[in-house]
């Protein structure tokens, strides 16, 4: 291994370690076109190209996320867009210090001998678009998202988590290749009947199967950042855990599955309340600092970061003020949820 490939990995375990830093955060701004529509839905308009981005400038352009974030995750068609001032999407981060990361999966289809399962598409001419992205944009990282799915003792098929983790550890070879810090994404869902003990087991078991493949497949596990969901009981359930009720679960999936040489571990959200995300973050935080743990570990979040400035927007200039100040509410009180004190980051 050459001396210039040496120094390329530290600089990519390096990134992988500050953009996992606590108690800043990473915004998950990466919603496909249609996921968009779908949030912006309650605006009563047609959405368009426009449309979308005046969402996003709602949050990139904010003032001051920059003592909140580490990174923002972009979408294709926002991280080639402009602010309204001209400035790229892109540059406008870099300038405030934000790290740039773009999503590069196609979104789910059908597994083919399991339906109510998906397989993660996009491998197809990832490379050239990882050098791309790369190469026109300076981005810093990119997220493959997997999904799995909770159905009593049947699902997930243990078909649907090699194969996801298979793609997963290709996309993270291809992304480390591209200089680029992988997030790897095997989001358990938070939907179904399932109890708080089979969420958590089906956590532990879809990163054991997840970090097997990244060691097949020579994926250098000091430069991954691992995605995972928080282990709750099921949403159909109706119950709420409680928030030490879901540290504890969470990281004893944690503590069995990944191994110490993964530099961060972050959660997203998963369709939990904006309060009871945050609440949980806090009860992780709180335990892993009595019970210290060998990662990084901070929050990724999309909507129980942007629900509520959504809600106040409405899609109206008018009601850019209002919204921001939703937002920069609600980043702070997640950068709040990590503590008081100066924090133990792990960092080169
Ligand atoms: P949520 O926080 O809304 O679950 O989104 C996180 C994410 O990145 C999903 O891919």
Not at 108 to 118: F, G, M, R
């Amino acid at each position: 291994m050459g001396v210039w490939y040496t120094f390329f990995m530290i600089d990519l375990a390096a990134r992988a370690r500050m953009l996992s830093c606590a108690p800043k955060g990473i915004l998950a701004a990466d919603e496909s076109n249609e996921t968009a529509e779908k949030r912006l839905a309650s605006c009563g308009i047609k959405v368009t190209s426009q449309t979308r981005r005046k969402y996003r400038e709602l949050f990139l352009d904010a003032p001051k996320i920059e003592e909140y974030l580490n990174g923002v995750i972009l979408y294709k068609e926002t991280i080639a867009q402009k602010d309204a001032e001209g400035e790229p999407f892109p540059e406008l981060l870099h300038r405030r210090n934000i790290m740039v990361g773009i999503k590069v999966d196609e979104g789910v289809e059908p597994l083919a001998d399991s339906p109510k399962e998906s397989i993660t598409k996009g491998l197809i001419g990832l490379p050239e678009a990882l050098a791309s992205y790369k190469k026109k944009y300076n981005a810093d990282f990119t997220k493959w998202r997997a999904v799995i799915t909770i159905d009593g003792d049947t699902l997930p098929t243990n078909a649907a988590l090699v194969e996801n983790a298979r793609r997963l550890a290709s996309y993270a070879r291809m992304a480390q290749d591209a200089g680029l810090v992988p997030i790897i994404e095997p989001e358990v869902l938070y939907d179904g009947k399932h109890s708080l003990l089979r969420s958590k087991e089906v956590i532990q078991k879809t990163l054991t199967t997840v970090v097997a493949a990244l060691e097949e497949g020579f994926v250098d596990l000091n430069s991954v950042i691992i995605k995972t969901s928080m282990a709750l009981s099921g949403k159909d359930t109706k119950r709420v855990d409680t928030p030490e009720e879901v540290a504890v679960a969470t990281l004893e999936a944690l503590r069995a599955a990944v191994p110490q040489d993964i530099p961060g571990i972050v959660f997203l959200s998963g369709g939990q309340s904006e309060d009871q995300a945050l609440e949980n973050l806090k009860a992780i935080h709180a335990l892993a600092k009595k019970e210290p743990v060998p990662w990084n570990l901070t929050y990724s979040y999309a909507r129980a970061i942007q629900q509520e400035a959504l809600t106040a927007w409405q899609c109206k200039e008018e009601n850019v003020p209002a919204a921001r100040e939703a937002f920069l509410a609600r980043l702070e009180k997640l950068t709040q949820a990590y503590g008081e004190d100066e924090g133990t980051c792990i960092e080169l």
